[in-house]
Structure formats: C-alpha cells, structure tokens
C-alpha cells in the first residue's frame, strides 16, 4: 500500500496545485473530488494526472440515492434526478482512471446536509436503504459497462440522518454482495468505522471487495461542527496500525487515502499539511507490530 493525498485534506489547492504538490511531495497518487474537477474541466484533469505520473485513488463522490423515498412525483423525479448525476460520476470517475467512484448514499429522504429539519421528510430509514439497494440495482451495470467500480461508503451513525443511512462496514457490505466485485465495493474509512465492534470480522468479510482504504483521526471532544472532527492521524482516539493489518490481510493492495476535515488543517500551509501526513502516516498509521517477547 502507498500513501494518496485525498485533495479536500488541503482544500485550498486547486486541483493543478494538488497535482503539483504531490509530484513533489513524492507521492504515487491523489483522491479526486468531482467539484475541483468541474473546476478545472475533465479533459484537463484527466490530462494533468496522467502527466504527473500519478493514479487516482478514487474520485469522490456519488451517491445521495435516497431522496427518491419521497412521496409522489417528488420522489420519483429525485430519485431519476439523482441516477442520472450518479450517471455522470461514472462518466467521470472512467475519464479520469479513478480506482472507485465513493458512494455516500445519503440520509434520510428529505433531509439536507447540515440543514434543519424541514417539513415533509421521512423518518423511514429501512425505506431509504431499501432506494439505495433500489438505485445500485441500475447503476452498477452501468459503472460495470464503463470500467469503474462503485465503492459504498457506511459513514459514522451521528450522520444518518443527512449524509449516509449505511453506519456500518456490514451494512454496506450486504449491498454489496450480490454484485460482482469489479462493480461494487466498499470503503474503509477509519474516521467512520473505528468504533464497531465487529470491525474486523467485516473486513476479513469484504477481502478483496475493498475498494478504498481512508485513514484520519477521531477528535475528542468533536467541534460543534462534527463534519470537522477529523483530524491528522494521532492526533485523536484511534489505533490504526491494527486495522491497517486486517485491512492488508484481507488481500488489499492499494492506496491509503487520507482525508480530513478539519478547519485547522485546511487553513495550515498545504505543503506543510502533506508533509505532516507522511510523517504520520510512516510513524502512527503502519507502524508495525510490538515484537512478541516472554517475560
């Protein structure tokens, strides 16, 4: 595994700069998001990549499937409007070469990111996993025809409601099982899935079916914006070296993606910022075992 430069970890680069500054840096590979893409166009970022040598360890994100579980013809025309984005994610995510297009499938129908509740939405949540089980029935063919592989991601339970109605890595993985592995996958990231219990049952379980490995920390306390409570790795609560093993025992060979969200961060010098993540990644993330001594 080798370390990915996932570019909202220094979001004030534009995706030139990203480029640039892990050709510098020395990394292989960086996490693409689809906003700093439209930014700088698709043929050119397809072209800037290719030219600095680097892979595109995934291009974030598809998915907000769920809005479709609205009654009526609201329902329906979200959830054809949010197939034909999730379309064009794919679209992408082949132009660019990206290892997986990350699914953050969305919360519950109606409900908006970081948003007070509104009138009108649905407290169904076994019916919004059932439209994201409904929406990956058409797009993983789709993603499949086209090279590209879709990559649930289960979010942390406190973004349910808004962001992802899957909290655990078994939850995802059961949506992804009746698929062939080259179409769908899912995500480890360790922000989300470091509490489960189960955890390491549910990667051996996934095997080759992980598509992406993102690594940052748990903050402790979180900030009143808990969408910002990522921070460097060893800078929170999380052991990562034994989830990096039974991540890479269970036959994942690609790149380690790290992304935070964290004002800090993204307000620190961005080469700075790279140059903390390999230092942290070497010394906190694959540090290896303690030797086994007898005492």
Known sequence: ??????????????????????????????????????????????????????RVSSLCRGGFLTAGGLPGEEGRRAFAEAL???RRAVDEAAELGAACLVMVVGGLPGVRPGE????????????????????????????????????LEPLHPVYCPDRAVLS???????????????????????????????????IARAGRRIASYQVCDYLHPLPADVLLGRGMMGDGVIDFPPITRAVAAAGYAGDVEVEIFNADVWAADPDEVVATMKERYAGVVTVPAAPFTVT
């Open 168 to 202: 655990t890595l078994g939850q995802a993985l059961d949506l992804a099982l009746p698929y062939p592995e080259e179409q769908v996958g899912v995500v480890v990231d360790t922000f989300h899935v470091w509490w489960d219990p189960a955890l390491h049952e549910q």
């Open 84 to 86: 034909e984005d999730n």
């Open 116 to 151: 007070p509740l509104p009138a009108g939405f649905s407290r169904d949540v076994a019916g919004a996993r059932e439209r994201v089980a409904e929406a990956l029935a058409s797009l993983a063919p789709y993603a499949g025809e086209r090279g590209v592989k879709l990559a």
């Open 1 to 54: 595994m080798s370390l990915s430069l996932n570019q909202w970890t220094t979001r004030r680069w534009s995706l030139p700069e990203a480029v640039d500054g892990c050709a510098r840096h020395g990394l292989e590979a960086v996490g693409l998001w689809r906003e700093k893409v439209a930014e700088t166009g698709l043929a050119r970022s397809a072209k800037l990549v290719r030219e600095a040598g680097l």
